[in-house]
């Protein structure tokens, strides 16, 4: 029974491959969508295999720019980090193929999109929210999670069917890699007391291999973003390759964490993100210098949720614009150019300059030009302790704190009388 | 006239010596307390100066130990970093240097206590405040506040009074320092785009300077304290010092941040604190594998909020006990082992273990033994967009997001008919 | 084939009556268990039915007390209000019953529970994770959720076989209730523009036809918990259910809100909570007048997370432990007598004492008996100040903010030249 | 010696009245300031004493629209309460009258600005650190808080330079009052055991005397603003005016509390602020209904935040302008119309509509239209209980929490076998 067109988001995989021909067993016309988000990709290879596996049409784009700009650099403003540790490589990637594919759902008449994910990674979730989210009549197709096949299974329904199957031995790793990063999991990672071995990274090098003299970058941000790098202007995508480039050689930006997932339970998961690392690490510092202290406290929670909302597939949802409009506006002001300094594995900041620099020298320094008024404090130092001070008188009549122990000898007076 | 006896906290340096004199000149009976938190101090050597410049009393205590129990294991209890990046070196110690002051001018019957603070740092504020907040009746004095001496005058003071003045040439850094770390501040690090120079570490190597290999420490954890280095069971103090050790050989624990200061302005912090960074580190990967997700979410926030308040003076106060309490219920579960790897200048966790670990494998795997309930994901997803979808299908008769960039031209859309 | 026993939180109504055929219709033998956590409920009448209608046997159980100490009393140290509003109700008892449907499967070796909810009800979800969490081999069946009658189907399947189908017309609302409140939902509810209709309420009079005389109560708090009503000491149980009858008489307690449900959608719901709403009241000025500032805030954010934890079903969760940790500490101060006034549907504090309130009187008073520093004053500003007068002075290069309306004129100055 | 020019925030009354002369005493040539906020002011009368006890000019304003427009709605959009019940009614003026005493100053070429606040207050704080903030080089003189007279002295010098004094007993209350509200301190009310006298009360009624007769008033709210009374449109000032007299007439906007005051200590404060009671609980109201859960629950923290920004004299500061883009993004859907019945000092949302509701009746329904997908339930509940049920297996091994109380013997357990 002929049941309309579905739009599958194609990775020229195998699980895609497949799901390309079992979409059409259940009755489906097939058009495919790859997108170019960074990772290595040949478009026209994925076309072609996809039209001759039995797609009735294969779209192909390049959406790193759009990536970066709508996606990723708001993922920045907010200084969004999953659990603190997770700049969302693969999270932020999800919203964007989700439009095209409601996008492409509506060129092309289509009634269901679909998808490669399993049933209990998360992807699956982002992708089905953020689509039905933009377009809610779609129904959302998930074959790999529905068809049961063991791994045996998909390369015998393959053959079967003359969809090409890799040759070489299957990589321990799952990967996902885009311009902001690359996640790895499984294999030997799935024990958390195993060190990540070397092979499972390849934008960064190990530090000890990593070259012995220091390297500096100077990194200008305006109004929250990067826009040159050692004082060369440039735009974001290219900006983010040459950092992921440079940082990588010296190894810097991997990342090993215990994740809590949306569905459920925890994961091992290993990332390597060099310019999300210190692009992150570098704007913070400057935040610190451009930012009052009261931005600062009162953003800490706001990007978490931020990070929260990319990751569970909340992208399209009225709290992240809400929140998007928070972080424009304290963003304003967090200009400057941050010195970086990359060794063996470590990016560390070393140097610090904006217009709009709040560290104002006259009232930091201790030497002569030392503007503060000193005898502020006085004052100052009784109302701020007021409300401890009377919580302690009226709480006094117990016993003050400094006799709780008064019964322990655990620390001898010495004294000695003078005289 | 008499005013009764001061309770003094003395260092031995130059002002505090000086205060002794400048308090008798104000008619002040002086009694000095020092105290070994871990800096480089002889005690004694103290006690002698402290007698010979006038006081009429000199305790000297060795109170490293307390000051682990009592002041650092809370605060690494509560993963308490000020503003995310500061472990509270010094102003961790200020509250214990205040319950003495406190206790010492209960025994000798004193009517006030005295620092050798100026009026514009913070610790002026916290020992006021906590002085005050265990013994409300006390006055505090700040000597070097009030004298309003030039340097100069300082050291003819000094000299007038017999008062020994250092010969070496003073250093351009302002120093504190105990077994939590050290604080250095002034001279070339006022300007922030300076890189820290070498010469104003002690405690970590430079790490082009540290050694060539790789090494790897274990740290046991129980109920979030650890207990043992690479299996050895030692106390607080030597577990910490040991580490510093190790650590800062490989140049483990600088810290480099534009940091808002209590008094109102920013200023340029430099610290190297090796065992509290790997510490905090280690535990709060640890965490990720102990703690429920929820837990961990909600942590975020109180950790910031116990390390201001910590910062600001508010050790002695109720909403710091009432943390503690959340703190030492929530972290009866991190147990467990924590392998960090040392290497020029960075510090890795590479393994844990923990026999309450809520990584399960065989719900994390994606090898045969998955005992995850996969087909349970269409219902959740299905519950879980729901907020999102609703949203927009109430707000969908304006225009869908995929259509607000209908007019931009960015995305040439590439297809193949097939056939 | 026989399945094994299964326990069924067994309320004596047509649902549940209906379940105990139908499950044993599925195999099981069925056990009943019905507690009296405060409803209107006989027993004895439930047990008799249970086993009439074929149950093998039947728990009852009066668990009033266990209800409000195990459960109510930290939700009320907590101020546990979902979004701010509904006391939890309904979602209090939840736990509870879970609680002994798990323990009574223990005791019978039953290999199920089962409960009477539907589909689309949060307390599906409470039963089922609370459940689950105590004792995870345990099966949860949901007879309602599975058997897709329509309520003509039920009542014929109750009638073939022999079970008693009630001959009065069915309420337009669905209830529940127990000592902590009323819920009310359905029928006329859903139109969120109807005004709740006087017969909806059973515990709280209309304001109209509440007596003409204000009424007076004192309530007095021992660490957070009433312990006294007018002076006269009362257990929990007592307490609560003297004071919904007495708030209740003057049309207090009643709560109409738009609720966002667990399962991802909105509903309407009304409850009526007497004793909850005074109570809560109460403690809340207690608190602003017995805690510090910075807890007060502090709480604010905690009370929000722990009644959301009760609400969707986390109550025996790792977060919930550590909040009331929290809030033990922190109410072991509010200790106090609360006088409230009680008149025509609304409750009004009108007095205030605590042995250990932080009103002090001498520092509040603007009589002669000022014990406030007035000079402390400028300095404290001149500190307070210095952020954000230093943030305009770095940003003033622009313009001041009185400068943007510059070419506004919507106020003409007027103003007189003297003479 | 003449100082120059000085600006004083000028009310009319005897403080500021002597506070003219006592600054032309010190050297200044005195320009007043007065400003119609919505208090009882004669603005007229006002020059003409300011000008007659010597001032050499003398600006008066009527600044409600502005102070509706640039401070209440904003205010409004983000709930702000401080501590949860102060809708902010003095503090939301103090930045007004701040901006004009900056502007006035520019325009005069005047050094200083003074207001006749106490030191005791909060509102020298707030309107010394915004007028810094907007013109940092301005001195701002307290006469009040300077010049320690009792009050027969400044009775006596006001005698002394024919300054009219006047003749009625002063109230026992220090009223501050605008558009938004009435603040009523000091006298009996000092004492918070003692129930607020009525002649404390101007703007509402006691509940016993409002009118026997329900009266309903709908609101209309666009993007969080009200637009519409009854149906009738108006501005803000006409609108808040009308609402006032309404509430007001049926007892409905007392707020009585203890209050932590900026400087340090509790005090207690009573306000009478019928328009944004009525306003502030209708747009609750309406907000659950039309923004989703996440917004609703992430604005609850930055409410308070807003509040305590706005009560502390941080008006003009970063973090508010970014809470304020916040608020404008997420109020953009709080519209339609609220339904408030009056009655005897309660008002009580009782119908609620919007064309963005969320509330979407087909998924809430529990009759026969319901759209909501059941068996969805059923995977949800899964993964949603997966983090504690997973939590207490792997705690489980200690003793799962309902044996806790094993011993206990509290819950005698009835139960009877069958047959």
Not at 361 to 372: C, E, K, P, V
Request: aromatic share 10%; hydrophobic share 40%; glycine share 8%.
């Amino acid at each position: 029974m002929y049941k309309g067109k579905v739009v599958l988001a194609y990775s020229g995989g195998l699980d895609t491959s497949v799901a390309i021909k079992w979409l059409m067993d259940q009755g489906y016309d097939v058009v495919t969508f790859t997108a170019d988000v960074g990772q290595v990709v040949d478009l026209e290879a994925c076309k072609e295999r996809a039209l001759l596996t039995g797609a009735c049409n294969a779209y192909v784009m390049d959406l790193k720019e759009e990536f970066v700009q709508d996606f990723v650099w708001p993922a920045l403003k907010a200084n969004a980090m999953y659990q603190g540790t997770y700049p969302l490589t693969s999270a932020l990637s999800r919203p964007l193929i989700s439009k095209y594919l409601a996008k492409i759902a509506e060129i092309e008449g289509a009634v269901a999109v679909a998808h490669g994910c399993t049933g209990k990674g998360q992807d699956q979730v982002r992708i089905e929210v953020c689509t039905r989210a933009l377009k809610p009549d779609l129904k959302v197709l998930a074959p790999v999670r529905d068809w049961h096949f063991s791994r045996d299974d998909e390369i015998d329904y393959a053959k079967e069917h003359g969809i090409p199957v890799p040759v070489t031995k299957k990589s321990p790793y799952s990967i996902d890699e885009n311009l902001w990063g690359r996640s790895i999991e499984c294999g030997p990672l799935e024990d958390p007391w195993t060190e990540p071995p070397s092979d499972a990274f390849k934008l960064t090098a190990d530090p000890w291999d990593a070259p012995d003299e220091v390297e500096y970058v100077e990194i200008t941000f305006k109004e929250g973003l990067p826009v040159a790098l050692n004082g060369e202007e440039m735009d974001g995508v290219a900006l983010i390759a040459k950092l992921n480039e440079i940082a990588g050689k010296h190894g810097v930006g991997r990342i090993d964490m215990i994740e809590d997932r949306l569905v459920g339970f925890k994961s091992r998961e290993v990332y390597e993100c060099p310019a999300p690392v210190v692009l992150l690490q570098a704007k913070k510092a400057l935040e610190k210098m451009t930012l009052a202290k009261d931005v600062i406290a009162a953003k800490a929670d706001l990007e978490l949720k931020y990070a929260e909302l990319a990751y569970v597939g909340y992208w399209f949802s009225p709290l992240k614009d809400a929140l998007d409009a928070f972080f424009n506006q304290a963003q304003k002001v967090v200009n400057g150019v941050v010195r970086v300094r990359l060794y063996k594995g470590q990016s560390t900041v070393v140097g610090l300059k904006s217009p709009n620099s709040l560290y104002v020298d006259d009232l930091a320094t201790y030497s002569t030009g030392d503007s503060f008024d000193h005898s502020a404090a006085v004052g100052f130092i009784n109302i701020w302790g007021l409300p401890v001070v009377t919580w302690k008188q009226v709480h006094g009549s117990k016993k003050p704190a400094y006799q709780c122990e008064a019964s322990s000898e655990k620390e001898p007076i010495s004294s000695n009388q003078k005289g």
